[in-house]
């Protein structure tokens, strides 16, 4: 037992399956979220395309190996305290897969919009336990400033955005009124492995772990995006997460992208007072259920950059075994180093209020 | 100062500017590597699309920074000498920008002949010191076998494919022929980072830092693809090296990849006797320059499937003071680690010969 109480900052909620079919405006409907049942199996689809299939319907209790808390917060609550868990970080579940494909401005806004109004009422107004990030819909960025300012207002602690854009990068000016807004609101945001229209690129052999290489391994890139094009230079208010995407790589993403501003000075624009390492340190942090790779290299990334993350409800979340899975990970640390990945981290990034005594 | 002779596991020769367009069959000629010069620029053109815009004309001492030895062998084992190096690995360097941009297979084909020809003449016949690897044509599987063949008989000692394929992944059954080939002749199949059609997707702020971590990770998904798809299980005699990617992302994608074989298990196809990262110790290895976080993992990696390469002679390479450079990363480690690192794994991999002395 790690013996102190944690914050997980990588949880998930289940949505109602008819969440958008019943709560987007009429003419949206046909085109927004929505499970078609073909071959018994239920399929998630957004316009025209299927985004995720499911072995079997999901819903409360219907995913396999979905747990009671997935939608009900009472439920959640007492999971958490079996768990020796304090508080949770969420994000969405159907919403995660689909919301970032949607193509149209206006059907990504309301589908946003019809989550994060269920989400919050479901969950924010629960606990402060339970703090579930809104989504942005980042097609429009005036439309994602402009739900920002809503999230902040209705209490949300953190807002989302794919983890991999096609077609607006993140060095692209174009966002610079949302790195602004988030770091005058004290929002954090979060950036979740296999957010994003292009995922999972492999089939056939190899496929599963193929795909979940890549999905871990997306957001170096995003990494890179904010740290060298300046971003984190001009909004030193702004905190960004690489949500379960492990922490193993980030020594290494670390040390390359000052390799490169060393070796290929000549190419490199803008120039920055600081090494992009120097800003992920300062304003990022990656969450991570299991990795020893992470661990081994806290000399070179410090331990203000780690969060754990328990991934609850999955079934390759650590429930109900948070306490010891971390316990064995940890083990040897430096006492200062096990609060700040388990839970301080996260309680300042989040503004949690962690019971005075530990459990 | 290492105190042993060094193997560098990843050089580059510079191509004479006209090797295409006076050595291709005629018909060939006009959409063949050819350097045409636009506004000042040197732009190194293949069929229709510009690879790459060289600052100034490429040539024996022409690029910024070439050194002689680029394409003259005894100039270079001059300067081998002077960085206290014994051996090296060599790639190509306009045929490693264009080779794998083409789309025509009797282009390709022609371009890889008329290359391996060339760097055979020029370094194989030389010294043995010299290693240069067979560029394949892998556009064409069949032709790639046959190129693998003819370059064996020619006394090559290791052979490249592109790092990244756009439209037919490594664990396509069409490539079985090439990598039973590659594991009958005992020839390693190389890497190379930044090889393969996509690549530096980033363009604007920050692109030169990102491009340079997306580049340098790039092999992270071919080890997976080679790992859980099979293809090192079903031919236990074939060698793979990710060349010039760094080391230090490598603990974790060996970590992830077990860690998806073992939680995914449901989704897992094939099943393997062994885990992903087995395979990898057993049969990959990649080569760095500098990278402290690679040699901080090594207790994840083991000291098998690292070896050193100078990147002689380009500018940011470690010429001429590889022994000095390799000397302050490698302090501390165990003196077989050190050899391992330095030497014996390529010895032992491109058969190289040491003399019975060290320097």
């Known amino acids: 037992m790690v013996g102190r109480l944690l914050i997980s900052a990588d949880s998930h909620v289940m949505e109602p399956p008819d969440l958008w079919t019943a709560g987007l405006s009429p003419h949206l409907r046909a085109q927004g979220p929505r499970l078609e049942h073909r071959d018994g199996v239920a399929c998630l689809m957004v316009e025209d395309t299927v985004v995720r299939r499911f072995p079997a319907l999901p819903g409360p209790a219907g995913e396999r190996g979905i747990l009671h808390g997935a939608s009900d917060p009472a439920g959640r609550l ?177 040390h390359a992208m000052d390799d490169a501003y060393r070796e290929h000075h000549m190419f490199v624009r803008p120039k920055l007072p600081l090494l992009p390492s120097e800003y992920f340190r300062r304003q990022g942090a990656v969450t991570f259920q299991r990795d020893p790779v992470g661990l081994a290299t806290l000399p070179f990334t410090g331990d203000r950059c780690l969060m754990w993350g328990s991934d609850y409800p999955h079934p390759e979340g650590t429930w109900p075994h948070s306490q010891e899975v971390l316990a064995r990970q940890l083990d040897g640390l430096p006492e200062e180093t096990i609060e700040r990945i388990v839970s301080r981290n996260a309680a300042e990034l989040y503004r949690f209020r962690l019971p005075a005594e530990a459990a």
Not at 87 to 98: G, S
Not at 159 to 184: S, T
């Open 78 to 254: 007492g999971d958490l305290d079996k768990d020796g868990v304090w508080a949770e970080v969420i994000y969405p579940n159907l919403a995660f897969f689909c919301c970032y494909h949607i193509r149209s401005v206006e059907l990504q806004v309301e589908t946003a919009h019809v989550y994060n109004d269920w989400v919050a009422r479901q969950f924010i107004d629960a606990s402060q336990r339970l703090a579930p990030v809104a989504v942005l819909p980042v097609n429009d960025v005036a439309a994602a400033v402009g739900e920002l300012w809503r999230a902040a207002k209705r209490g949300f602690r953190g807002a989302m955005l794919p983890a991999h854009v096609d077609h607006r990068p993140y060095n692209d000016p174009a966002y610079e009124p949302l790195w602004g807004a988030a770091a005058d609101l004290h929002l954090p945001l979060t950036f979740h492995a296999g957010t994003g229209r292009t995922q999972t690129p492999a089939h056939g052999p190899g496929g599963a772990v193929i795909n979940y290489v890549v999905t871990l391994g997306g957001p170096m890139e995003t990494v890179a995006y904010l740290c060298a094009s300046g971003v984190l230079e001009r909004h030193p208010g702004l905190r960004v997460v690489m949500v379960e995407c492990g922490s193993g790589w980030l020594a290494w993403v670390l």
